[in-house]
């Protein structure tokens, strides 16, 4: 999943991004927030983690502008302020979770879970598509009980379908879900991790499908 983390205390960010990379996510940071406002309106993201205290533009302020485009990403709240008045603030203005710092990396992971899986409309942790089994907690896949390798961006891919069996999902929007603004993927990066992914689940019951012009579906037998 594409993950953005408006956070400017970079000791901070930087322990976010290496966790939610190794984990399988793509993570875009940005440390200004008139930047990151600039960028929610041109991208979309399946988790918005966001500061309060920024420079340029509070996380307030950033926020109430993402809902007032209507946007339904997920928004976390990161911030130093504990008052209940900041937290009331915050999810009167469309925020989905508040976590105040100094926080638990594995308690920020959790609730970052629990919104990606809210924002689909599930309520535990597990996807199963045929006899692949998914577990977003320990990031593992296996098929019939048996554990398989898969790298990071496979995993992702595999997620992402995986979520909604039958979805047509577009070459471009699976490129914007795997890859940052850092990334450089090359032309058929996308086809070469379906095809390696195709690989790994042939006879698993779970099988991608190429829809010539549309884009690409994962389908649960």
């Known amino acids: 999943m594409r993950i ?13 991004v290496a966790r939610f990379e190794r984990i399988g996510h793509t993570v875009d940071w940005e440390k ?17 983690i966001l500061d309060v205290n920024l420079p340029a533009l509070d996380g307030f302020s950033i926020l109430k502008r993402l809902r007032q485009r209507k946007s339904k990403t997920p928004v976390l709240i990161l911030t130093a302020r504990s008052q209940v008045d900041d ?10 979770d508040y ?7 594995r308690e920020l992971e959790a609730r970052a879970r629990a919104l990606l899986r809210r924002s689909v409309g ?20 296996a098929v019939n009980g048996t554990p398989i390798d898969l790298t ?13 069996p039958g979805r047509i999902f577009g070459k471009d929007e699976l490129v914007d879900q795997l890859f940052g603004f850092d990334d450089e993927p ?4 996308v086809e070469q991790y379906v095809a390696r992914l195709r690989k790994k689940l042939a006879g698993s019951g779970a ?15």
Not at 8 to 15: K, L, N, R, Y
Not at 186 to 189: D, I, L, V, Y
């Open 32 to 48: 200004d927030g008139s930047v990151a406002d600039e960028v929610l309106e041109v991208q979309a993201y399946d988790l918005l």
């Open 152 to 164: 990071r961006r496979e995993l992702t891919l595999l997620e992402i379908l995986a979520t909604r």
């Open 4 to 16: 953005l983390l408006v956070e400017d205390t970079v000791d901070v960010g930087e322990a976010i």
């Open 186 to 189: 090359s032309p058929n990066a």
């Open 99 to 105: 976590l105040v710092k100094p926080f638990d990396s």
């Open 122 to 141: 599930e309520s535990t942790n597990q996807l199963v598509c045929g006899q692949v089994t998914i577990d977003r907690g320990t990031r593992a896949v």
């Open 207 to 221: 099988e991608i499908r190429t829809l010539r012009g549309l884009g690409y579906q994962i389908v649960c037998q």
């Open 87 to 96: 937290r009331v603030d915050a999810l009167d203005l469309g925020a989905d």
